[in-house]
T-cell receptor, first 118, second 112 residues
Framework: EPEVTQTPSHQVTQMGQEVILRCVPI?????FYWYRQILGQKVEFLVS????????KSEIFDDQFSVERPDGSNFTLKIRSTKLEDSAMYFC????????????????FGPGTRLTVL | AQSVTQLGSHVSVSEGALVLLRCNYS??????LFWYVQYPNQGLQLLLK??????LVKGINGFEAEFKKSETSFHLTKPSAHMSDAAEYFC??????????FGSGTRLSIRP
């Protein structure tokens, strides 16, 4: 069964360093998403991406964050200068299409990357 | 704006007892509703989803949820709890857009 994969499973970095989290969405999917979950808190939407551009982003997704689809298979989240508060689990998801009023398209989540900023 | 409220951050039941996890939503259009489960140190697994078909939705592991528009609720139930059900459960909502909005989660503990 196709699945979303994420690498690495755990990333440790120093404050101020740049990190890139990688995701391989399901191959025929066109919409890609990043969510994060700070330890003990709820899962929060960060950004959605379609046709090589951001389609929606939350207020969390500030100028320190960027997303890219560098080739036909990977989808990356870059944090330019990490802060302590960026420590969280980051989930990638993908779907075939967007939801419509009368039709639903399931988002499939990856296993997550745990980012620890020291 | 869409939102989800989960009543009770922690629920504890005895093995074999009824599980009831409460969720109320707010949405300006007919929503899509979900329950996800997260086991310790793992990712999100979709338990079940409501996508405007039957109001009683059956999911994996014996869970089900009922969509009640008049009460704006989507409570999750399981007739008989098993030790393996111990996990964090998230209710979530999505409108005719991409993003999923998650509730704050309910940690389910099962007493032997």
């Amino acid at each position: 069964e196709p699945e979303v994969t994420q690498t690495p499973s755990h990333q440790v970095t120093q404050m101020g360093q740049e990190v890139i989290l990688r995701c391989v969405p399901i191959s025929n999917h066109l919409y890609f998403y990043w969510y994060r979950q700070i330890l003990g808190q709820k899962v929060e939407f960060l950004v959605s991406f379609y046709n090589n551009e951001i389609s929606e982003k939350s207020e969390i997704f500030d100028d320190q964050f960027s997303v890219e689809r560098p080739d036909g298979s990977n989808f990356t989240l870059k944090i330019r200068s990490t802060k302590l508060e960026d420590s969280a689990m980051y989930f990638c998801a993908s779907s075939e299409a967007q939801n419509g009023i009368y039709f639903y398209n399931e988002q499939f989540f990856g296993p997550g990357t745990r980012l620890t900023v020291l | 704006a869409q939102s989800v409220t989960q009543l009770g951050s922690h629920v504890s039941v005895s093995e074999g007892a009824l599980v009831l996890l409460r969720c109320n939503y707010s949405s300006s259009v007919p929503p899509y509703l979900f329950w996800y489960v997260q086991y310790p140190n793992q990712g999100l697994q979709l338990l079940l989803k409501y996508t405007s078909a039957a109001t009683l939705v059956k999911g994996i592991n014996g869970f089900e949820a009922e969509f009640k528009k008049s009460e704006t609720s989507f409570h999750l139930t399981k007739p008989s709890a098993h030790m393996s059900d111990a996990a964090e459960y998230f209710c979530a909502v999505s409108e005719s857009a991409s993003k999923i909005i998650f509730g704050s989660g309910t940690r389910l503990s099962i007493r032997p």
